[in-house]
């Protein structure tokens, strides 16, 4: 059994929690997308990129749902914002947690102009 991350406050994390800028590639996927089962499916295929081995060492992201619909986007958005919070969150994993954050905060936000 692993042994329990050290619990810290959010004021002890020594990193700029910002809005992470988007890669222009996947905004342009996102605002071509015209229909919510659209976007999820880009949801999966963004999740297809990301190594399974950075995801297996996120306790915080996993395990991750098969993103069948915009409960699941928003679940996963969640828990990226949750790990990319946490003080116990590993250096090595700021920047590529930051990434699908921008990724899925941006997802979650064209589906609900979608549903406006």
């Known amino acids: 059994m692993p042994s329990p991350l ?4 959010l004021d ?3 990193r700029d929690i910002s809005v ?3 890669d222009p590639h996947w905004r342009g996927e996102i605002d071509a997308a015209a229909t ?5 499916a ?3 295929k963004y ?3 990301m190594p399974s081995i950075f995801v297996a060492r996120l306790p915080e992201v996993a395990p991750l749902p098969r993103l069948t619909d915009a409960g699941d986007v928003s679940l996963v958005t969640y828990r990226l914002r949750r790990a990319f919070c946490s003080a116990a969150l590993d250096g090595a994993h700021v920047a590529p947690v930051g990434e699908a954050l921008a990724f899925f905060d941006a997802l979650s936000e064209r589906i609900f102009d979608l549903r406006s």
Do not use: G, K, N, S
């Open 6 to 9: 050290p619990v810290r406050r």
């Open 12 to 14: 002890e994390v020594d």
């Open 20 to 22: 992470h800028a988007l």
């Open 47 to 49: 999740m297809q990129r």
């Open 42 to 44: 880009l949801a999966r």
């Open 36 to 40: 919510e089962d659209e976007l999820i």
